[in-house]
């Protein structure tokens, strides 16, 4: 029997007056990153960075699905409520899980709304982390799509989800992780990638907060996929030069969701940085 | 264009899974390339009938709107960005979708991997 070295657990969490039991997976020794999945997905997007024993060494990685996906639990009466993520809501669940895990000033990498939530984090809650790798994240982006198509009782809104992200998954990803990526959307529950994209797609807040966040204290660094139709390179670099000090790197072959796509041509974007991250703290 | 057609008709009839996503699929989707009609009548998931234009009775649920450059460079193994998807096309400006496009999300796999049967993937990998 050979495990994976990813170990995964449940915790419960206080949001905004609601109980939340949050599933947390975690590999590694040494700098505390915690991972943000993207919308419609979960933390399985990271599981090749988690399963990287030449980053792992020297990182502790924590990526948590929030609730309403994968295997975190919609709250007690879900039932019967719409789900919609709120800029609040996401900060205010992201930090609950820095507290619970006990992470002193991670670094904090997340992709698409993750990264989104990032940039809110990073111009709101700066102390709390040591810097932000924002990956496929922009100021804002409206949606050029109907959001819902993709909650509706004649058509099952993971297949259609799954089609249309697949426009953003670069032709360069090899086929087995094109479809292990586009499988994470088709098992999406009921109307969550709906309630993800009106968070990204509506709450265009961070564009007036870009201004605000210190890079000199936390490092903010974007990398975005050519091959994104999403969150285009030009969006990615008109956000980096909106906040000074940030960087930008542009990754030709990959698309929106770029460690989970195509691992392996994201691990050196990623792991450079990684580096500027820590070269940044220890300034 | 028209024998590309027929050539994608083929690939389609001998691509089980492909004929299952759309054994719910019955419309006429009308194709236009270079202002070139060309209707395409799906039934089952089986494309029954090409017929060119041009027409002003012919019922078509949505329309795919594009350039034979834009369709060629889509139709690369490696496409470059926006050229790889035929929403890409749409946002980069070189293609348009009309009609019941709700009709088209809910068979956009099948209309996806359909529009790609004319790429050619030796060597490449499939994309969706």
Redesign the interface.
Known sequence: MSFEPIIGRYLTVMVQGRRQRIYVETAGQGVPVLCLHTAGADTRQWRHILNDAGLTAAYQFFAFDMPWHGKSLPPEGFEAEEYLLTTDAYMETVLAVVRALGLDRPILAGCSMGGRIALQLAARHPQTFSGFIAIEASDFQAA??DID?FHRP??HGG??G???V??N???????AE?WNT?WMFMQSGPGVFRGDLSFYTKDDSLIARLGQIDTAKTPVHLLVG??D?TCTPEDARRTAAAIPGATCTVMDDLGHFPMSEHPAGFRPFFADALARMKEASHV | MRATLARMQTRLHDTPHLLRLGRLFSETVLLEVDGAEFYLTFRDGRLEGIAEGPSRKTPWRFAFRTDADALAQFWQ???K??F?????L??IGRGRIDGDI?AL??N??FF?EFMALARDTTG?????
């Open positions: 050029w799509y198509w004649d058509a297949e259609m799954a089609a249309l697949s426009a998954i670069s032709p360069h990803a090899p086929k094109r586009l050519a091959y139709l | 193994p490696i496409p960005p926006g790889h998807d035929l929403f890409g749409v946002k709700l999300v809910k956009l796999r996806k490449a990998e499939e994309l969706a």
